[in-house]
């Protein structure tokens, strides 16, 4: 019998974090590339009597998972997220949980600019229609888009990756305004650097006056459908959404009615409610005209997926150690 800590891996992840674990662990990773059943993660984690969760994203850890395990301690998760899991259920059994804040912030930065860029500039369309022998010629009217530079772009949440966003926007020459997190002195500061006037503004304002509006709240009661149909109405009809932080945080009816009746003019999401979205989902009518989805890669870099996967394995042996994970979820 080992008397290394049992840690039970969801999914494969890079090298760098397998090998820290494997260092101090006994090891055992589901090798599919679609999540373990719910029923099966139970089963798993009961059967090795784990120490320790290493999970992400498309695991729901409930108290089920939970209580699988009589000797579970310490769980990590490879996502800044956590609303997959029941927080306040760890916290009362005791088990620590930790995540990834930070180091993806300019990685999912950069994938939320690449969709703002694809919704204003018609990029997946058009390349669909050279793809298609639909290139005929050059025409003065043909996929007319967006100017992105000196345009107004409003930031729902400006917090790491928010802000990080709004840095790009330097580059554009773009006003730049914000909401919902309640002025943040220190985020403005770092944007003034850049030249970035950041204003704050009651969310209302910003729908009235963003051309360019990308979502940066985490998923909590308050933020669950915060887009909803009234939102959408307020929003300028030529104006782009951009939302790369969790889908339930649009109400999708209220966003296919948005994209029928051309309230908006396009809508470029990497997360989406439900995850991962049917292709005979309605919205899916809607692409690749109003509508561009990519499927949750915000943070998928080499790098950045192996500095998370580190990150990980480092809050999983604190936890393990009886520690609290150095990027710990508990506020
Ligand atoms: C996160 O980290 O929460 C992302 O959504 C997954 O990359």
Redesign the pocket.
């Known amino acids: 019998m080992s008397e290394e800590p049992v840690v039970y891996l969801t999914r494969e992840i890079p090298q760098d974090g397998l090998d820290l674990l494997e260092e101090h662990c006994e090891v055992h990773v589901w090798p599919d590339p679609v999540e373990p059943p719910h029923d099966h993660l139970v089963d798993r984690l009961a059967e090795l009597e784990a120490d320790a969760l290493y999970c ?2 498309a695991d729901t850890v409930d108290e089920a998972v939970l209580d699988a395990s009589p000797n579970l301690r310490a769980i990590g998760t490879i ?3 956590y609303d997959h899991i029941d927080l306040e259920a760890a916290r009362e059994r005791g088990i620590t949980v930790g995540h ?1 804040p930070g180091v ?1 912030a300019e990685t ?1 930065a950069d994938l939320g600019w690449a969709l703002l860029m694809a919704g204003a500039r018609r990029i997946v369309e058009a390349h669909g229609d050279v793809r298609d022998g639909e290139w005929e010629t050059w025409g003065p009217t043909v996929l007319l888009g967006r100017d992105v530079h000196e345009a107004t772009l409003g930031i729902v949440g400006l917090g790491r990756i928010g802000t990080e966003f709004a840095r790009r926007a330097a580059g554009f020459d773009m006003d730049v305004l914000y909401s919902h997190t309640g002025v943040n002195e220190a985020a403005e500061a770092d944007l003034a650097e850049y030249g970035i006037d950041a204003e704050y503004c009651e969310l209302e304002e910003l729908l009235d006056r963003a051309g360019f509006v990308s979502l940066h709240v985490p998923l909590f009661e308050d933020t669950y459908h915060m887009i909803g149909e009234a939102e959408l109405r307020r929003m300028d009809e030529e104006a782009v959404l951009v939302n790369t932080a ?1 889908g339930e945080v649009i109400d999708a009816d209220a966003l296919v009615e948005a994209l029928e009746g051309d309230w908006i003019r396009h809508a470029a999401l990497d ?1 989406t409610d439900p995850e991962p979205i049917d292709p005979d989902h309605p919205l899916m009518d809607y692409a690749p005209e109003k509508l561009t989805v990519t499927p ?1 890669i ?3 870099s080499t790098e950045t997926r192996s500095e ?1 996967a580190v990150m990980t394995a480092e809050n999983v042996l604190a936890g393990l150690r009886g520690e609290t994970p150095p990027y710990s979820a508990f506020e």
């Open positions: 992400n994203v996502s800044v997220g990834t993806l999912t969790r997360v949750h915000g943070s998928a998370m």
